[in-house]
């Protein structure tokens, strides 16, 4: 098919090139807003009387059409065309006749191509927001249903201190909101219009781009040609964005592969959700989440990608710019899939109360709590330390939990230690007493669990 730039040309381009060059096997995927962007375009040539109004509406109809068939899987996209931008112009110009040919009168591929990303983006963005914010749900109810469940908290992997399993869940909202806050924010950025900057430079035609940015309801319009036609920044700040989310689903993941060995015991997950071993029958693998873990890594090589793919470019447009698409694609694909399928196992995980009850309470995770009783009887915080270090040694050495000690025997550490002492050994007592704001008693995180309700519609 006759390319729409041959006019320059005296050579046909080779086929090798076709197949190099070309990007409508993945930017076909842009055709709605494609379409979406040249109605707008067409709309307001003809309002402006840049083409007869007659005209316009005959365009605006032809792209209608296409848009049906491709919506039909009866359009043909011809990779002698290129990209999606060609592949549309030369099919309505195909099925109107030339009049087709005056919708790209003060264009260019340049701004369109930005334009049909901050599309998609914009549609996918939130799209992917209002997953997030089902999967807080989610986390939540399963939260509030186990407010009772007390295990073991851990530093360096090492048990800790006793906390709230809610306490522990609710932290992952926390995390998801600010991805989300990210998304939105970064929705400021997206929501431009591009369309008008042309090749580069701008028109000398009279076009009025406030009223295509306010038929594609865009909140702004970008304020320099060059810059519009030359920078990915938005696409890059969503995957950094999508890094960001993904690096949290990610600890998440490998929080429900560990806690569901037979090491940890802290969960079953679903059987709906796990696969067997083709050789020990015996097996029930973690594999959604392991590769929820995986997938990670390529979403942060899409970041990685795209920034590379700017680094070195001179300003405007280059076609290197064209491999933004794929990493930005597999991007949103990749976590729409990732919190959809977390989203449904997460409600049929089973909590293993009474494991994560019983190690909660052992490895002296109370210590801590020895120490602050010590404080609150007037000791200095770093010598109630080595007192209740000395306690946890003297446990250590005889093979003791830290309850199993006898007041006569905890006296000899420090006279100031009485009666009252055994309540804040026990795991439920300590997790009760936490009480600061933010901490994991069931005070506080009821507390939580009503701030998140109202946070998250
Ligand atoms: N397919 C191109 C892209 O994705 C569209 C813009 C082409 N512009 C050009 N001057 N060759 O970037």
Known sequence: MKKPWAGRFKEKTSRTVESFTESISFDR???RYDIMGSIAHAKMLGKQGIIPGSDSEKIVRGLEEIAKEIEA?????????????MNIEAALIKNIGPVGGKLHTARSRNDQVALDLRLLLRTEAKEIISLIKRFQKTILSVAEKNLDVVMPGYTHLQRAQPVLLSHHLLSYIEMLQRDRERLE??????????????????TTLPIDRAYVAKLLGFKGISENSI?????????IEFLSDASTLMMHLSRLAEELVLWSTEEFSFIELPDAFTTGSSIMP???NPDVAELVRGKTGRVYGNLVSLLTIMKGLPLSYNRDMQEDKKPVFDTVDTLKACLAVFDEMFSGIRFKKQRMRETAGEAYSTATDIAEYLVRKGLPFREAHEVTGRIVLHCIENRKRLEAL???ELKKFSYLIGEDIYSNIEAEESVKARRSRG????????KQIKRLRSVIR
């Open 185 to 202: 924010d970064a929705l400021k950025r997206i929501n431009i219009l591009p369309l008008g900057s042309c090749a580069l430079a701008g």
């Open 29 to 31: 995927r842009l055709w």
């Open 227 to 235: 810059d519009a036609v030359s920078d990915r920044d938005f696409a």
């Open 406 to 408: 006898s007041i006569e």
């Open 73 to 85: 899987g009866k359009f043909k996209f011809r990779d002698d065309l290129e990209d999606i931008h």
């Open 439 to 446: 901490g994991t008693a069931p005070s506080e995180v009821r």
């Open 282 to 284: 015996q097996k029930k």
